[in-house]
């Protein structure tokens, strides 16, 4: 059971990842953009900064906190046996 959670947290940590990389890459275009006074997004990533982006970033915070947080349990519970 635990090694099915683990993979699951996995999964979505890595797809977290992936997420957070293209929000900051979006920025980076978006925030060019308006440099050049283009419009690529920038007021969508605003909109989308609350909802989408800040707890997609704590997910993955979180998860690599709980993932560090297991992997030392079952270290320490491992030695013991």
Do not use: H
């Amino acid at each position: 059971m635990k090694e099915l959670f683990l993979t699951w947290l996995n999964r979505l940590l890595v797809f977290d990842v992936f997420l957070v990389l293209f929000s900051f890459f979006w920025l980076v275009v978006a925030v060019i953009g308006r440099s050049l006074d283009l419009s690529l997004g920038l007021d969508l990533w605003y909109k989308l900064w609350e909802p989408v982006f800040t707890p997609a970033l704590g997910i993955l915070m979180g998860g690599a906190i709980l993932s560090g947080i297991i992997g030392q349990i079952s270290k320490r519970l491992n030695k013991q046996l």
